[in-house]
Nanobody
C-alpha cells in the first residue's frame, strides 16, 4: 500500500475555488506513474461517490455533477495528485479522499480533507 495525504480543503463561499492536493510523502516509490488516481467525496449521510479519476495514461473522467467545474491532474515526478475546483456549490461539501490503484499494489486511500461550501 501507499501512504497518501490530502491537503487544501477548507471553508469557502459558493462560487469560490479550492485546489486539493494528494501526496505520497513517505513512499519509496519514485513516481506515481503506474497508478490510476481517483478523487472521491463523502458527504454526511450519503454514499461515497467518485468525483474524478485520471488513469496512468492520463485519461480523465468526471462525475456529471462536477464536469466543467473541476479539473483533475497529476505530477508523477512529484508523486502528487491535484483537484482544481471552481464555481463551488454547497452540494460539493464533504470529505474529499484520494485513492491510488495499481495491479501490483492494490488500492490505497488517504484520510481525507474537509471541504465546506457555504451558501
Amino acid at each position: 500500500q501507499v501512504f497518501l495525504r490530502e491537503s487544501g480543503g477548507g471553508l469557502v463561499q459558493a462560487g469560490g475555488s479550492l485546489r486539493l492536493s494528494c501526496a505520497a510523502p513517505r513512499t519509496i516509490l519514485s513516481t506515481f506513474a503506474p497508478f490510476d488516481m481517483t478523487w472521491y467525496r463523502q458527504a454526511p449521510e450519503k454514499q461515497r461517490e467518485l468525483v474524478a479519476t485520471i488513469t496512468s495514461g492520463r485519461t480523465t473522467d468526471y462525475a456529471d455533477s462536477v464536469k466543467g467545474r473541476f479539473t483533475i491532474s497529476r505530477d508523477n515526478g512529484k508523486k502528487t495528485l491535484y483537484l482544481q475546483m471552481t464555481n463551488l456549490k454547497p452540494e460539493d461539501t464533504g470529505v474529499y479522499l484520494c485513492s491510488a490503484y495499481s495491479p501490483a499494489m492494490g488500492r490505497s486511500w488517504g484520510q481525507g480533507t474537509q471541504v465546506t461550501v457555504s451558501s
